[in-house]
């Protein structure tokens, strides 16, 4: 039997999440003044979207308030995707991940900024940007190298689509 709190809302909610098409990805209960702030970060292959975060919404208020899961207290819920700059701690992050930008700690050999181009079971290949003129090289990076990492926001990168045309 689960000990944590947060644990027994895991083991309530993940089915009905995974019902919904959604991973639920995090489940946190955090005190805000006299309040509880039941946070849940669900996300898919494909992104989720506001119609897909209302009626997950619904559906773990229902169930919460059936079962009393989240006790007497008043308690909000928030339910949301990952932000832009995730965590990718899960394989499937990785593969979610794939044409991103992402800044590596790796275990043995310092930080690494590079581009995922794919994800095996085993690990990454990876495009590593060129430097003063030099041109991009690939790398392979197996799971077990990789301490962290965390998705990069880009604001002046060209959407693939936009390389394609210009190629044309």
Known sequence: MSTTQSER???LLEPLVTSQGLDLEEIAVDSVGRKRVLR???DSDS?????AIADVSRALSAKL???????????DLE???PGAE????EHRHFVRATDRLVKFQ????????ARILAVNEEGLDVEVPGVKGRKATTRRIA????AKARVQVEFNRKDTKDKKEEEA
């Open 106 to 113: 790796l275990t043995e050999d310092g930080e690494l900024v």
């Open 79 to 81: 339910v949301g995707t």
């Open 9 to 11: 809302l895991r083991e």
């Open 86 to 89: 995730r965590p990718l701690t």
């Open 143 to 146: 799971f077990p190298e990789i």
């Open 40 to 42: 849940v970060v669900v």
């Open 47 to 51: 992104g989720a979207d506001l119609d």
């Open 65 to 75: 308030d059936e079962t009393e899961a989240m006790g007497d207290t008043a308690y």
